[in-house]
Protein backbone atom coordinates (compact mmCIF):
# COMPACT_ATOMS: atom_id res chain seq x y z
CA UNK A 1 0.00 0.00 0.00
CA UNK A 2 2.71 2.44 -0.61
CA UNK A 3 3.46 4.29 1.72
CA UNK A 4 3.36 1.32 4.21
CA UNK A 5 5.35 -1.31 1.77
CA UNK A 6 8.60 -0.02 3.13
CA UNK A 7 8.14 -0.49 6.97
CA UNK A 8 9.61 -3.05 8.72
CA UNK A 9 7.77 -5.76 10.37
CA UNK A 10 7.65 -6.82 14.57
CA UNK A 11 8.70 -10.45 15.97
CA UNK A 12 6.47 -13.01 14.87
CA UNK A 13 3.26 -14.43 16.82
CA UNK A 14 1.97 -17.71 17.14
CA UNK A 15 -0.68 -19.05 19.35
CA UNK A 16 -4.50 -19.87 19.89
CA UNK A 17 -7.65 -17.66 20.84
CA UNK A 18 -10.76 -16.89 22.42
CA UNK A 19 -11.33 -18.59 25.49
CA UNK A 20 -7.88 -20.30 25.99
CA UNK A 21 -5.58 -18.14 27.54
CA UNK A 22 -2.83 -20.49 26.93
CA UNK A 23 -1.40 -19.37 23.88
CA UNK A 24 2.33 -18.16 23.00
CA UNK A 25 2.42 -14.44 22.18
CA UNK A 26 5.81 -13.37 21.53
CA UNK A 27 6.33 -10.22 23.10
CA UNK A 28 6.03 -6.27 21.69
CA UNK A 29 6.20 -3.07 23.20
CA UNK A 30 5.56 0.60 22.35
CA UNK A 31 8.31 1.95 20.44
CA UNK A 32 10.35 4.44 22.63
CA UNK A 33 10.02 8.37 21.43
CA UNK A 34 12.09 8.98 18.23
CA UNK A 35 13.92 11.86 17.01
CA UNK A 36 10.72 13.19 14.70
CA UNK A 37 7.29 11.33 14.44
CA UNK A 38 8.00 10.33 10.63
CA UNK A 39 11.04 8.21 12.15
CA UNK A 40 8.17 6.38 14.61
CA UNK A 41 5.97 5.94 11.69
CA UNK A 42 8.64 4.80 9.48
CA UNK A 43 9.65 2.24 11.58
CA UNK A 44 6.09 1.16 12.80
CA UNK A 45 3.93 -1.42 10.73
CA UNK A 46 0.10 -1.36 11.68
CA UNK A 47 -3.14 -3.37 10.90
CA UNK A 48 -6.36 -1.94 10.52
CA UNK A 49 -8.84 -4.91 11.73
CA UNK A 50 -12.76 -4.06 10.48
CA UNK A 51 -15.06 -6.17 12.07
CA UNK A 52 -18.12 -7.20 10.69
CA UNK A 53 -20.14 -10.25 11.83
CA UNK A 54 -23.13 -10.80 10.10
CA UNK A 55 -25.97 -11.02 12.75
CA UNK A 56 -26.95 -7.87 14.28
CA UNK A 57 -30.02 -7.59 16.83
CA UNK A 58 -31.09 -3.85 16.08
CA UNK A 59 -30.30 -3.39 12.15
CA UNK A 60 -30.34 -6.74 10.52
CA UNK A 61 -27.25 -6.32 8.08
CA UNK A 62 -26.06 -3.83 8.87
CA UNK A 63 -22.60 -4.04 7.95
CA UNK A 64 -23.25 -4.43 4.20
CA UNK A 65 -26.44 -2.75 4.16
CA UNK A 66 -26.02 0.51 1.18
CA UNK A 67 -25.62 4.11 2.15
CA UNK A 68 -24.98 6.49 -0.76
CA UNK A 69 -24.11 3.94 -2.88
CA UNK A 70 -22.21 1.34 -1.58
CA UNK A 71 -22.30 -0.99 1.49
CA UNK A 72 -21.77 0.61 4.78
CA UNK A 73 -18.36 -1.13 5.22
CA UNK A 74 -16.88 -0.01 1.99
CA UNK A 75 -16.10 3.64 3.70
CA UNK A 76 -13.93 2.05 6.49
CA UNK A 77 -12.35 -0.08 4.63
CA UNK A 78 -11.67 2.94 1.98
CA UNK A 79 -10.58 5.16 4.59
CA UNK A 80 -8.16 2.33 5.79
CA UNK A 81 -6.27 2.72 2.80
CA UNK A 82 -6.41 6.61 2.55
CA UNK A 83 -4.78 7.01 5.12
CA UNK A 84 -1.67 4.95 3.93
CA UNK A 85 -0.99 3.90 7.43
CA UNK A 86 -1.64 0.44 7.20
CA UNK A 87 -0.13 -2.65 5.83
CA UNK A 88 -2.96 -4.22 5.04
CA UNK A 89 -6.40 -4.15 6.08
CA UNK A 90 -8.52 -7.24 7.13
CA UNK A 91 -12.13 -7.43 7.41
CA UNK A 92 -13.01 -10.15 10.17
CA UNK A 93 -16.14 -12.00 9.73
CA UNK A 94 -18.51 -14.82 10.14
CA UNK A 95 -20.28 -14.60 6.83
CA UNK A 96 -18.84 -15.92 3.39
CA UNK A 97 -20.73 -13.01 1.80
CA UNK A 98 -19.11 -10.32 3.79
CA UNK A 99 -15.85 -11.68 3.49
CA UNK A 100 -16.12 -11.63 -0.18
CA UNK A 101 -17.70 -7.92 -0.06
CA UNK A 102 -14.98 -6.90 1.68
CA UNK A 103 -12.14 -8.19 -0.97
CA UNK A 104 -14.51 -6.34 -3.31
CA UNK A 105 -13.37 -2.94 -1.79
CA UNK A 106 -9.71 -4.43 -1.29
CA UNK A 107 -9.69 -5.93 2.16
CA UNK A 108 -8.07 -9.28 3.17
CA UNK A 109 -10.74 -11.71 4.51
CA UNK A 110 -8.27 -14.60 4.61
CA UNK A 111 -11.08 -17.38 6.89
CA UNK A 112 -14.09 -17.05 8.36
CA UNK A 113 -14.31 -16.09 12.73
CA UNK A 114 -15.61 -18.90 14.36
CA UNK A 115 -19.36 -19.16 14.98
CA UNK A 116 -18.30 -18.99 18.65
CA UNK A 117 -16.87 -15.46 18.18
CA UNK A 118 -19.67 -13.82 16.51
CA UNK A 119 -22.11 -14.21 19.01
CA UNK A 120 -23.99 -10.94 20.74
CA UNK A 121 -21.81 -11.34 23.62
CA UNK A 122 -18.34 -12.40 22.24
CA UNK A 123 -15.75 -10.29 23.85
CA UNK A 124 -14.03 -8.02 20.65
CA UNK A 125 -10.50 -9.71 22.41
CA UNK A 126 -11.46 -12.94 21.04
CA UNK A 127 -11.70 -12.04 17.61
CA UNK A 128 -8.97 -9.59 17.59
CA UNK A 129 -6.86 -12.48 18.86
CA UNK A 130 -8.42 -14.89 15.88
CA UNK A 131 -7.98 -12.07 13.31
CA UNK A 132 -4.34 -11.01 14.31
CA UNK A 133 -3.01 -15.07 14.71
CA UNK A 134 0.14 -15.53 12.76
CA UNK A 135 0.65 -12.01 12.60
CA UNK A 136 3.84 -9.80 13.00
CA UNK A 137 2.19 -5.83 13.16
CA UNK A 138 3.31 -3.42 15.79
CA UNK A 139 -0.17 -2.06 16.09
CA UNK A 140 -3.40 -2.83 15.23
CA UNK A 141 -6.59 -0.25 15.24
CA UNK A 142 -10.14 -1.69 15.24
CA UNK A 143 -12.47 0.64 12.54
CA UNK A 144 -16.36 -0.60 12.75
CA UNK A 145 -18.04 -0.22 9.73
CA UNK A 146 -20.89 1.84 12.02
CA UNK A 147 -18.69 4.79 11.52
CA UNK A 148 -19.36 5.95 8.22
CA UNK A 149 -18.03 9.36 7.82
CA UNK A 150 -14.31 8.44 10.02
CA UNK A 151 -12.19 9.59 7.16
CA UNK A 152 -8.12 9.14 6.08
CA UNK A 153 -7.97 12.26 8.05
CA UNK A 154 -9.26 10.89 11.57
CA UNK A 155 -6.92 8.11 11.14
CA UNK A 156 -3.75 10.03 10.32
CA UNK A 157 -4.65 12.33 13.72
CA UNK A 158 -4.90 9.14 15.76
CA UNK A 159 -1.77 7.46 14.56
CA UNK A 160 0.20 10.72 14.74
CA UNK A 161 -1.54 11.19 18.53
CA UNK A 162 -0.27 7.60 19.71
CA UNK A 163 3.21 7.98 18.42
CA UNK A 164 3.41 10.85 20.20
CA UNK A 165 2.27 9.28 23.72
CA UNK A 166 5.01 6.62 22.96
CA UNK A 167 5.65 4.40 25.48
CA UNK A 168 3.05 6.36 27.61
CA UNK A 169 -0.13 4.78 26.58
CA UNK A 170 -0.98 0.59 25.59
CA UNK A 171 -3.88 2.43 23.19
CA UNK A 172 -6.04 4.82 22.18
CA UNK A 173 -9.70 5.15 22.64
CA UNK A 174 -11.99 7.63 20.35
CA UNK A 175 -14.86 9.73 23.13
CA UNK A 176 -16.87 12.74 22.70
CA UNK A 177 -18.59 14.72 25.24
CA UNK A 178 -21.60 12.58 26.74
CA UNK A 179 -24.82 14.05 26.20
CA UNK A 180 -26.89 12.37 29.05
CA UNK A 181 -24.81 12.20 32.05
CA UNK A 182 -24.97 8.60 34.00
CA UNK A 183 -25.75 11.06 37.15
CA UNK A 184 -28.95 11.32 35.91
CA UNK A 185 -29.02 7.16 34.92
CA UNK A 186 -30.93 5.26 37.31
CA UNK A 187 -30.97 1.20 37.94
CA UNK A 188 -33.42 -0.64 38.84
CA UNK A 189 -34.45 -2.47 42.28
CA UNK A 190 -37.49 -4.23 42.77
CA UNK A 191 -40.13 -2.16 42.88
CA UNK A 192 -37.84 1.21 43.60
CA UNK A 193 -34.68 2.88 41.54
CA UNK A 194 -31.40 3.79 42.55
CA UNK A 195 -29.55 6.19 40.58
CA UNK A 196 -25.96 4.99 39.33
CA UNK A 197 -23.96 7.20 40.41
CA UNK A 198 -24.28 8.21 43.98
CA UNK A 199 -22.84 10.77 45.32
CA UNK A 200 -19.74 9.88 48.03
CA UNK A 201 -20.51 12.77 50.14
CA UNK A 202 -23.44 14.52 51.69
CA UNK A 203 -24.02 16.89 49.09
CA UNK A 204 -27.14 17.49 46.81
CA UNK A 205 -27.58 14.36 45.03
CA UNK A 206 -26.40 14.74 41.64
CA UNK A 207 -29.54 13.47 40.17
CA UNK A 208 -31.02 16.76 41.47
CA UNK A 209 -28.34 18.93 40.06
CA UNK A 210 -28.08 20.81 37.25
CA UNK A 211 -25.91 19.19 34.25
CA UNK A 212 -23.16 22.32 34.05
CA UNK A 213 -22.95 21.79 37.82
CA UNK A 214 -21.74 17.93 37.42
CA UNK A 215 -18.38 16.36 36.80
CA UNK A 216 -17.36 16.30 33.28
CA UNK A 217 -17.89 12.95 31.57
CA UNK A 218 -17.05 11.21 28.58
CA UNK A 219 -18.24 8.94 26.35
CA UNK A 220 -16.38 6.57 23.61
CA UNK A 221 -17.87 6.32 20.35
CA UNK A 222 -17.31 3.11 17.55
CA UNK A 223 -15.09 5.68 15.64
CA UNK A 224 -11.80 4.11 16.17
CA UNK A 225 -9.41 2.38 19.17
CA UNK A 226 -5.61 1.72 18.15
CA UNK A 227 -3.63 -0.36 20.10
CA UNK A 228 -0.11 -1.67 20.39
CA UNK A 229 0.08 -5.12 19.90
CA UNK A 230 1.03 -6.01 23.65
CA UNK A 231 -1.95 -5.51 25.17
CA UNK A 232 -2.56 -9.24 23.34
CA UNK A 233 0.06 -10.58 25.16
CA UNK A 234 -0.10 -12.70 28.83
CA UNK A 235 -2.88 -14.57 30.44
CA UNK A 236 -5.75 -11.40 30.51
CA UNK A 237 -5.19 -10.42 27.16
CA UNK A 238 -7.42 -7.08 26.03
CA UNK A 239 -7.68 -5.03 23.24
CA UNK A 240 -6.79 -1.66 25.16
CA UNK A 241 -4.18 -2.49 27.87
CA UNK A 242 -4.48 -0.26 31.45
CA UNK A 243 -3.05 2.96 29.61
CA UNK A 244 -5.84 3.97 27.60
CA UNK A 245 -5.49 7.56 26.20
CA UNK A 246 -8.57 10.07 24.83
CA UNK A 247 -9.06 10.72 21.40
CA UNK A 248 -11.32 13.74 20.62
CA UNK A 249 -13.53 13.37 17.84
CA UNK A 250 -14.91 16.24 16.47
CA UNK A 251 -18.17 16.80 14.76
CA UNK A 252 -19.43 13.57 12.28
CA UNK A 253 -16.18 11.99 12.73
CA UNK A 254 -18.04 9.90 15.79
CA UNK A 255 -21.44 9.58 14.70
CA UNK A 256 -22.59 5.67 14.82
CA UNK A 257 -24.66 4.07 12.60
CA UNK A 258 -26.14 1.38 15.57
CA UNK A 259 -30.48 2.00 14.59
CA UNK A 260 -32.52 1.93 11.83
CA UNK A 261 -33.19 5.47 12.17
CA UNK A 262 -29.20 6.47 11.80
CA UNK A 263 -29.35 5.43 8.40
CA UNK A 264 -31.69 8.41 7.57
CA UNK A 265 -29.72 10.65 9.72
CA UNK A 266 -26.40 9.84 8.05
CA UNK A 267 -28.18 10.45 4.51
CA UNK A 268 -30.05 13.65 5.90
CA UNK A 269 -26.04 14.40 7.22
CA UNK A 270 -25.18 13.67 3.65
CA UNK A 271 -27.37 15.72 1.50
CA UNK A 272 -27.11 18.65 3.55
CA UNK A 273 -23.21 18.72 3.54
CA UNK A 274 -22.74 18.22 6.73
CA UNK A 275 -20.78 15.11 6.44
CA UNK A 276 -18.66 13.23 4.02
CA UNK A 277 -18.00 9.88 2.71
CA UNK A 278 -14.35 7.99 2.43
CA UNK A 279 -14.16 8.17 -1.11
CA UNK A 280 -14.50 5.17 -2.43
CA UNK A 281 -12.93 3.86 -5.81
CA UNK A 282 -14.27 0.57 -6.52
CA UNK A 283 -17.57 0.48 -8.76
CA UNK A 284 -20.57 -0.49 -6.17
CA UNK A 285 -21.10 -3.98 -5.51
CA UNK A 286 -24.09 -5.37 -6.37
CA UNK A 287 -26.30 -5.77 -3.37
CA UNK A 288 -29.70 -7.72 -3.27
CA UNK A 289 -32.67 -5.01 -1.45
CA UNK A 290 -33.23 -4.27 1.54
CA UNK A 291 -36.63 -5.73 2.27
Known amino acids: MGAREARTQGASVSGGYGRDRGRSIAPHSAPQRLSSQAEASSRTSAIALVPARSGSARVPGKNVRPLAGHPLIAYSIAAAHEAELFDTVV??????????????????????????????????????????????????????????FRGAATLRRAWEHLLDLADRADSIRAIERCRQHPAKMWRMEGELIRPVLERADEGTPWHSMQFQSLPEVWVQNSSLEIAWRHVLEGDRPTISGERIAPFFTDGAEGFSIDYPEDFAAAERLIAAGAAELPKVTQSPYQLEPVP
Open 91 to 148: VSTDSEEIAEIARHYGAEAPELRPVELATTTSPDVEWVLHAMEGRSEDAFAILRPTSP
